[in-house]
C-alpha cells in the first residue's frame, strides 16, 4: 500500500513559478518510478513527468519540457514537481501518482499507475 499528499499548489500569475511536494508513506525498493499527472475540468488526466528512483531518469511530456523539472529526495520520501515560466493552460488539478509494486516499465500514462494522492490545484492567470 502507498499513500501520497499533495501540496504547494496556488493561484499564480503567468511567468511565475510554483514548487509541487508529495510526500509518499511507503518507500520500498520495489516501487521504481513515480509521477506527476494533471487533469483540467473537462478534460482526460494527462502525464505531466515521471522519474525513476533509483538513478534518476526523467521524462516529461512536450508541452512541459524546459519548464518543469522533477525531482525526488530520497532520505525525505517525497517527490517535487518545480515549475517554472508557468502559462494559464497549466491551469489544472495536479496528482502525484505511484505504480503497481514491482513494476518498472514506466510510461506517461494513467493506467501504468495504481496510488494517487488527492490532488493539489494549480491555477495560472494571465
Known amino acids: 500500500q502507498v499513500q501520497l499528499v499533495e501540496s504547494g499548489g496556488g493561484s499564480v500569475q503567468a511567468g511565475g513559478s510554483l514548487r509541487l511536494s508529495c510526500a509518499v508513506s511507503t518507500y520500498t525498493s520495489r516501487i521504481y518510478y513515480l509521477g506527476w499527472f494533471r487533469q483540467a475540468p473537462g478534460k482526460e488526466r494527462e502525464g505531466v513527468a515521471l522519474i525513476y528512483l533509483d538513478g534518476g531518469s526523467t521524462y516529461y511530456t512536450d508541452s512541459v519540457k524546459g519548464r518543469f523539472a522533477i525531482s525526488r529526495d530520497n532520505a525525505k520520501n517525497t517527490l517535487y514537481l518545480q515549475m517554472n515560466s508557468l502559462k494559464p493552460e497549466d491551469t489544472a488539478m495536479y496528482y502525484c501518482?505511484?505504480?503497481?509494486?514491482?513494476?518498472?516499465?514506466?510510461?506517461?500514462?494513467?493506467?501504468?499507475?495504481?496510488?494517487w494522492g488527492q490532488g493539489t490545484q494549480v491555477t495560472v492567470s494571465s
Open positions: 501518482a505511484a505504480p503497481p509494486s514491482s513494476r518498472v516499465d514506466a510510461a506517461l500514462v494513467p493506467s501504468r499507475f495504481l496510488y
